[in-house]
């Protein structure tokens, strides 16, 4: 199974102020297809996750353009430009290459 | 508007059964895949099961192999989980997702969750 570690476990961040969050997985993530299959989670408290963003880069329908992602291979980051207040919650990186599925441990972005 | 409404979960003591259900509607259930996935209390996200568009191939979890069987009828616009033999482990939120049409690696929408509890 493919290994997501994902770092800091927890970002205390000032409101306006930038985030970044780190996720590495134990082996490529790049297909067979060419795709290089990552998507990044948003799971606010008390809710379901919602998808963010998917294929390292691409943002779904509605995200905030304040959200974006990158990276290549087994290394990737999902960064915020100005953390807002609605932005709290825990940050997921996920995998989709291969089965099974698997999820990083999940970063919380708290307000400082 | 795509809703997923997951239903069927409770108590149930160590070794016992419990079938969750997804109820699907604003999309046509049968040219999608679905998966579950569980959240443990306070825990991260561990995906279960995929079924495929048709139900005819299905993938598990190493740690669900066995005793948990995805299923759907997509005449009925409804996919289930059917645990058994189930364990303390087992006790978590669990979500059915929806992947997208065209590409199916993204798990596109959630449900609210169903909480499982096993415990004597």
């Known amino acids: 199974d493919i290994v997501m570690t994902q770092t800091p476990l927890s970002s205390p961040v000032t409101l306006g102020q930038p985030a970044s969050i780190s996720c590495r997985s134990s082996?490529?993530?790049?297909?067979?297809?060419?795709?290089?299959?990552l998507s990044w989670l948003q799971q606010r408290p008390g809710q379901p996750p919602r998808l963010l963003i998917y294929?390292?880069?691409n943002r779904v329908s509605g995200v905030p353009d304040r959200f974006s992602g990158s990276g290549a291979g087994t290394d990737f980051t999902l960064k915020i430009t100005r953390v807002e207040a609605e932005d709290v919650g825990v940050y997921y990186c996920?995998?989709?290459?291969?089965?099974?599925?698997?999820f990083g441990r999940g970063t919380k972005v708290e307000i400082e | 508007e795509v809703q997923l409404v997951e239903s069927g979960g409770g108590l149930v003591q160590p070794g016992g059964s419990l079938r969750l259900s997804c109820a699907a509607s604003g999309f046509t259930l049968s040219s999608y895949w679905m998966h579950w996935v569980r959240q443990a209390p306070g825990k991260g996200l561990v995906w279960v099961s995929r079924s495929n568009a048709d139900g005819s191939n299905s993938i598990y979890a190493d740690s669900v192999k066995g005793r948990f069987t995805i299923s759907r009828d997509n005449a009925r616009n409804t996919v289930f989980l059917q645990m058994s033999s189930l364990r303390d482990e087992d006790t978590a939120v669990y979500y059915c997702?929806?992947?997208?049409?065209?590409?199916?690696?993204?798990?596109?929408?959630w449900g609210q969750g169903a909480l499982v509890t096993v415990s004597s």
């Open positions: 082996q490529s993530l790049v297909h067979s297809d060419g795709n290089t299959y």
């Open positions: 997702t929806r992947s997208h049409y065209y590409d199916t690696s993204l798990l596109e929408y």
């Open positions: 996920m995998q989709t290459t291969q089965f099974p599925r698997t």
């Open positions: 294929k390292i880069s």
